[in-house]
């Protein structure tokens, strides 16, 4: 890519930095789609995140991603927040305006968008959700939302889960969500599961840690999604492929949610088939050839 005086630039603010596919998704859309665009990584400390988005904005950088430890610390210095991302109080994309920057999650959508084309539905399921930190918040939200039938919040801090279960009470209508511990799970009543994974446990290096052991539970799970996708395949996608089920890691979800800010920062739309030529390159990335 040639880049030159009305190379537009974009980036991802976060600690530590140095290890995400962002560029990859970014750098290769701008390259396919001929955007002169380029995308950089830009590690921000706690302490500065004020000055790294009054600066970004002075710069006239077009979009930045936010990641840890930023994604609801950034919130009171922007210019405007859409309501999805108000909602779930986490943003992870930021858009230039005149008098700042608005602020979106596109991790959400990026999450369902990634499901739709595995052919995951949510509306009508007893979802299992594993988890009560940030993703799994606002995962929560995503399937009160789209139409769960029914969401059972698990959590090894289940204070956590019930104050998540509350806040969803309020802002979704109508939604059936409670909040439960590990040990109560095999003591449910319903026969089939979504399961989403949305703890930490099993990232890389601890990979053959679970969080949910080994049960008869996974024989009602019929899919298991895991946010994690470093390993490629978690214990958990193992032991639910193990009993039967269908597995998808957060690999595509990661990929779509750069999608939409890509899409957000170029008012454009990304065709599908950009979309697998990308995924393709995370994945060598990652060292994943199959
Ligand atoms: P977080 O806010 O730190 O939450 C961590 C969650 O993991 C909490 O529910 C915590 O339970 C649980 N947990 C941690 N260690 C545990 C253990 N030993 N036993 C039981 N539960 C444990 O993290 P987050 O931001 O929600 O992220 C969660 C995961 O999602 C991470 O692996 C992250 O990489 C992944 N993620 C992926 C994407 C993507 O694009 N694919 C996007 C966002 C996040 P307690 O409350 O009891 O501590």
Not at 79 to 89: F, N, T
Not at 105 to 125: H, P, V, Y
Not at 142 to 164: D, H, M, P, S, V
Not at 170 to 196: N, P, V
Request: net charge negative; proline share 3%; aromatic share 6%.
């Amino acid at each position: 890519m040639k880049i030159n005086g009305k190379t537009i630039t974009c980036g991802l603010i976060g600690n530590p930095v140095e290890h995400t596919l962002s560029p990859v998704i970014h750098n290769n859309l701008a390259e396919k789609l001929g955007t002169n665009l380029v995308y950089v990584p830009f590690l921000v400390e706690s302490g500065e995140l004020e000055a790294a988005i009054k600066g970004g904005h002075a710069l006239h950088i077009r979009g930045m991603n936010v990641t840890v430890p930023h994604k609801s610390a950034v919130i009171p210095y922007l210019c405007g927040i859409d309501p999805l991302a108000e909602s779930i109080g986490a943003v992870n994309t930021l858009v230039y305006q005149e008098d700042g920057y608005k602020g979106y999650n596109t991790d959400m959508s990026g999450l369902f968008r990634a499901m739709q084309t595995e052919g995951i539905g949510i509306k009508g399921e007893n979802v299992l959700l594993l988890g009560a930190g940030g993703a799994a918040r606002a995962v929560a939200y995503l399937c009160a939302t789209a139409g769960a039938k029914k969401i059972y919040l698990c959590n090894r801090t289940l204070q956590k889960a019930e104050e998540i279960a509350g806040e969803i009470r309020m802002q979704a209508e109508g939604a059936q969500i409670a909040a439960l511990s590990y040990e109560e799970i095999e003591g449910l009543t319903e026969t089939s599961f979504l399961a989403i994974q949305c703890t930490s446990v099993g990232l890389y290096p601890n990979v053959s840690d679970v969080v949910l052991a080994d049960g008869p539970v996974y024989d009602r799970i019929h899919t298991g999604v895991d946010l994690i996708y470093r390993p490629y395949e978690t214990q958990f996608m193992k032991l639910v492929k193990a009993h039967g089920g269908k597995t998808m890691n957060g690999l595509k979800m990661l990929l779509y949610q750069g999608i939409i800010a890509y899409e957000l920062w170029n008012q454009c739309d990304v065709p599908e088939e950009q979309a697998d030529d990308i995924l393709q390159m995370m994945k060598e990335e990652m060292g994943i050839y199959e």
